[in-house]
């Protein structure tokens, strides 16, 4: 597994351009759907769609380079970082400066789109509660690497295959 910097980038890029005007829309979320996408992804088609490592934590997914490849878009001001209040808590929210041009297949943004279209709407504790239930992150330790060959044992509930 060779971590896909490009793919990586543009999924991040995609993701926001779809979703940062929502006002729930923050970190964890876009985290937590990139998580989706790329197990999601892995499950239908036997590999990741980044290749990133998510690992799992207190309070969520955490993928392994996403805070590197966050400060060198805001350092290349194509990413916008504002700390918000969403009701009591502060949320990192994420918002692109350029238009991104996606380099994906039909077959990867069908994946993309139907993750986005089905947990961009949640908040950050919603879809921490949805996403501790699936079988990989049930099976990680806080502090470990979240292991993508546990997607063929997901409930029905997170499976997108026969979907």
Do not use: W
């Not at 239908?44 to 969520?60: A, M, N, P, Q, V």
């Not at 949320?91 to 039909?106: A, E, G, L, N, V």
């Amino acid at each position: 597994m060779t971590f896909n910097r490009t793919k990586y980038i543009d999924l991040i890029m995609y993701i926001l351009s779809q979703c940062s005007y929502k006002p729930n829309f923050g970190k964890t979320v876009l985290c937590s759907i990139m998580y989706f996408i790329d197990f999601g992804y892995y499950e239908l088609y036997g590999e990741l769609l980044t290749d990133e490592t998510y690992i799992k934590s207190r309070r969520g997914i955490k993928p392994k380079h996403f805070f590197e490849i966050t400060q060198e878009l805001i350092s290349n001001n194509q990413l916008f970082l504002r700390k918000e209040n969403y009701y009591s808590r502060k949320i990192h929210r994420y918002f692109p400066t350029i238009i991104p041009t996606p380099h994906f297949s039909q077959q990867e943004m069908e994946i993309i789109n139907r993750t986005i279209d089905k947990l961009s709407n949640s908040n950050a504790s919603t879809i921490t509660r949805y996403a501790r239930h699936d079988s990989p992150i049930i099976v990680a330790d806080i502090g470990d690497d979240i292991d993508f060959r546990y997607v063929f044992s997901r409930d029905r509930k997170y499976s997108l295959i026969n979907k």
